[in-house]
């Protein structure tokens, strides 16, 4: 197996993952990288293992294969010579190399199927499961919880010490650093104007994006020269009485269209540059045969009228003002956003410390400290993050790290203070140590208290009897959300005699249990049709099939040697 073999299918998985998740630095990139490599070992070891037993599919087993495959075969349902040509040619591959990497696979998912298809689970035993889910009992139910023993517990040095000499290759510190971050996000930049020019770009593209064709065709009036202003006001009078649009064009414009009327033909913004966003306001809302107010643009005076219409009815840029200025602002912002991370990026590439960054973009500066490497419950507890917060070259550097995105902002980082983790002295371990023992000892004592009174009680009058109370959840199944998995399994372990009760007690969770509970009764007709049980012991020989293929694995690992080159692996995983 090649160094490209192992990118490439580390690169499809992540992509597979990231299909999965919005947040890329949720995912633990150390993870990624030791399944995928975990999987084309496996594969490997399969290859080679099917191979030495003679598992291998002959040529004509692949053609006739292949000639089977839908994508292989033209409209009338036969194999097109052309078709399986072009697959190879988009695959850049070979005949030889497809017939290869088939026959490689056909013989795989027959060694996978001789190794996961020998699980054997009679239907007696499936039955027998069904059943089980089918039990019901009355419970009556008293936790008692380890914090009300607490005080009761009487720990000395010498358990202390006992504990710590026991399990000191487990008493570890974790691994720390202190950190210092800058935490950035397109809402954290504010955008209170927006130009003219913008509400024009974000009013095209919402055009665009209704694919709608401007067929208005229009004509104009222009004046020119230092009277344009009153000759304008003058012809829009003599309009608005009635005079025709194309006589007093004709007559009176100072632009060559004149002659025809002042046709200018379909409505074209790029024509007037600069004036488009005056002129396409002073046509808003315009139907045919109506006349705009005098227009000062760079040409003169313009005065517009609209002589056909065949377009989409969209709104006026005046009419979406709002809804443009409100894009317009997060366009902007998202422009603001990128050049802010590209300069801080660039600052912390040249060297300048997270302080002065901070200082300089204006960005407050946030810390954590004993920000840990595992069981991270801070702010910053992304995989990502954690990563780039004890790189080797980051701690010995103490340098800001390039940005990381986490969410829908960027997160920079700079280390200090780097604790590594080491067995922890007997003081340092002290306060651990006290806890787990007092924890202990308080379950120890919950549960003595717990066994204690579940003696006490045979029939269903002793309930009431108890000094404690003991809470009635009526008739629960092995499926009950009102138990935890454990209490679930303690519920249904001993049958109870006829019209009496059984008492059990056990450590829990959270101290122990005590569960009371009459006879245990399973219904007569199983939901379960023959068809469905047959589907339920497919899958749970399916599940033991797995198990055995991984045992199968295991044994393949200890006969073959697997030879990692572990330089290759750190410059793949770029460390």
């Known amino acids: 197996m090649g160094l490209s073999e192992y990118q490439t299918a580390v690169n499809n998985r992540r992509t597979e993952l990231l299909d999965q998740v919005d947040d890329a630095s949720l995912l633990n990139e150390d993870v990624l990288h030791e399944q995928v490599l975990k999987g084309l070992i496996d594969r490997t070891l399969l290859e080679q293992q099917a191979g030495k037993l003679g598992m291998t599919v002959s040529d004509d087993t692949i053609n006739r294969l292949l000639r089977q495959e839908e994508i292989f075969k033209d409209a009338e349902g036969n194999f097109s010579n052309e078709q399986f040509a072009n697959f190879l040619r988009q695959r850049n591959m070979t005949k030889n190399q497809l017939f290869a990497e088939f026959r490689n696979q056909l013989s795989l998912d027959q060694l996978n199927a001789s190794i996961v298809g020998t699980a054997v689970y009679p239907m007696q035993a499936v039955s027998q499961l069904i059943d089980l889910q089918l039990e019901s009992r009355n419970i009556w139910l008293h936790r008692f919880k380890w914090q009300d023993y607490a005080e009761q517990v009487k720990l000395s040095k010498a358990d202390i010490q006992a504990y710590y000499d026991a399990n000191k290759d487990t008493l570890k510190s974790a691994a720390m650093v202190d950190l210092a971050y800058l935490q950035l996000t397109p809402q954290a930049i504010e955008v209170n104007e927006v130009a003219q020019e913008d509400l024009q770009q974000q009013y095209e593209a919402y055009k665009q994006s209704l694919a709608v064709v401007d067929e208005r065709k229009i004509s104009q009036i222009l004046l020119t020269g230092k009277d344009a202003k009153a000759r304008a006001d003058k012809i829009k009078a003599r309009l608005a009485k009635g005079e025709?649009?194309?006589?007093?064009?004709?007559?009176?414009?100072?632009?060559?269209?004149?002659?025809?009327?002042?046709?200018?033909?379909?409505?074209?913004?790029?024509?007037?540059?600069?004036?488009?966003?005056?002129?396409?306001?002073?046509?808003?809302?315009?139907?045919?045969?109506?006349?705009?107010?005098?227009?000062?643009?760079?040409?003169?005076?313009?005065?517009?009228?609209?002589?056909?219409?065949?377009?989409?009815?969209?709104?006026?840029?005046?009419?979406?003002?709002?809804?443009?200025?409100?894009?317009?602002?997060?366009?902007?912002?998202?422009?603001?956003?990128?050049?802010?991370?590209?300069?801080?990026?660039?600052?912390?590439?040249?060297?300048?410390?997270?302080?002065?960054?901070?200082?300089?973009?204006?960005?407050?500066?946030?810390?954590?400290?004993?920000?840990?490497?595992?069981?991270?419950?801070?702010?910053?507890?992304?995989?990502?993050?954690?990563?780039?917060?004890?790189?080797?070259?980051?701690?010995?550097?103490?340098?800001?790290?390039?940005?990381?995105?986490?969410?829908?902002?960027?997160?920079?980082?700079?280390?200090?203070?780097?604790?590594?983790?080491?067995?922890?002295?007997?003081?340092?371990?002290?306060?651990?140590?006290?806890?787990?023992?007092?924890?202990?000892?308080?379950?120890?004592?919950?549960?003595?208290?717990?066994?204690k009174l579940a003696a006490t009680i045979k029939t269903p009058a002793d309930i009431a009897k108890q000094p404690v109370r003991l809470q009635a959840l009526g008739e629960i199944n092995r499926q009950t959300t009102q138990l935890s998995e454990k209490e679930r399994g303690l519920a249904f372990s001993q049958q109870a005699a006829a019209n009496g009760v059984v008492a059990v007690a056990s450590e829990t969770e959270t101290g122990a249990t005590l569960l009371v509970g009459d006879r245990i009764k399973t219904e007569q007709q199983s939901p379960l049709s023959d068809a469905q049980r047959a589907q339920t012991a497919a899958i749970i020989r399916d599940n033991l099939g797995q198990d055995q293929l991984q045992d199968y694995l295991d044994y393949l690992r200890m006969v073959y040697k697997v030879e990692i080159n572990e330089a290759n692996m750190a410059n793949a995983q770029g460390r």
């Open 244 to 451: 025709s649009f194309a006589k007093v064009a004709k007559a009176e414009s100072d632009d060559p269209s004149g002659e025809t009327g002042g046709d200018i033909g379909r409505f074209n913004p790029a024509v007037f540059g600069n004036d488009a966003p005056a002129v396409e306001e002073a046509l808003a809302g315009l139907s045919v045969g109506e006349v705009s107010a005098p227009v000062k643009t760079s040409f003169g005076y313009q005065i517009f009228t609209v002589t056909e219409d065949n377009g989409s009815k969209i709104p006026s840029l005046e009419n979406m003002r709002t809804e443009l200025t409100a894009k317009a602002k997060e366009y902007k912002r998202q422009e603001m956003y990128a050049d802010k991370v590209t300069a801080i990026n660039d600052l912390a590439a040249d060297g300048f410390s997270i302080e002065d960054i901070a200082q300089q973009e204006n960005v407050p500066l946030k810390r954590i400290k004993d920000y840990r490497k595992e069981n991270n419950q801070s702010a910053l507890a992304q995989p990502a993050v954690i990563k780039q917060a004890f790189d080797e070259f980051t701690i010995q550097d103490q340098a800001v790290t390039a940005g990381i995105e986490v969410g829908n902002g960027t997160v920079w980082v700079q280390p200090s203070n780097y604790r590594p983790t080491k067995t922890l002295s007997l003081t340092a371990a002290t306060p651990k140590i006290t806890q787990i023992l007092r924890q202990q000892k308080a379950t120890a004592l919950a549960l003595q208290e717990a066994k």
